[in-house]
């Protein structure tokens, strides 16, 4: 029986195989209980283009009081920062790597905001 962990990193393992085989720079979403992580991944997987997360000295204070990186109101600035530091990076079109993660509430939010902020996926 596999742990629900594990079942989510299995998810992710197959997903990251299917993205390498397209040749394009990924977007990856990583989320915890207090804050979520975003990174723009060169095609080969060897360099981080861009990042972005709410553990940012910057993000904190934006966000006001600790712990308020959980939401998703703190996805969608993720979403929004993490188009910027792509398209200053060169990057206009990414595949999303949502790390297994179901595709609803915070890592939806993140997705849509970097939709919006002109990031293609």
Request: proline share 0%; hydrophobic share 45%; aromatic share 4%.
């Amino acid at each position: 029986m596999l742990t629900k962990k594990a079942q989510r990193l299995r998810r992710a393992r197959q997903t990251r195989i299917r993205i390498a085989n397209q040749g394009v720079a990924r977007l990856m979403v990583n989320r915890t209980n207090l804050h979520i992580y975003a990174s723009v991944i060169s095609d080969d997987g060897a360099k981080v283009l861009a990042s972005a997360s709410t553990a940012e000295a910057e993000m904190r204070k934006a966000l006001g009081a600790a712990g308020k990186g959980g939401n998703v109101a703190a996805a969608e600035q993720i979403g929004k920062r993490i188009a910027e530091r792509a398209k200053a990076a060169g990057v206009e079109k990414v595949a999303f790597d949502r790390a297994g993660f179901a595709y609803h509430g915070r890592v939806k939010a993140l997705a849509d905001a970097a939709r919006e902020a002109g990031l293609q996926f």
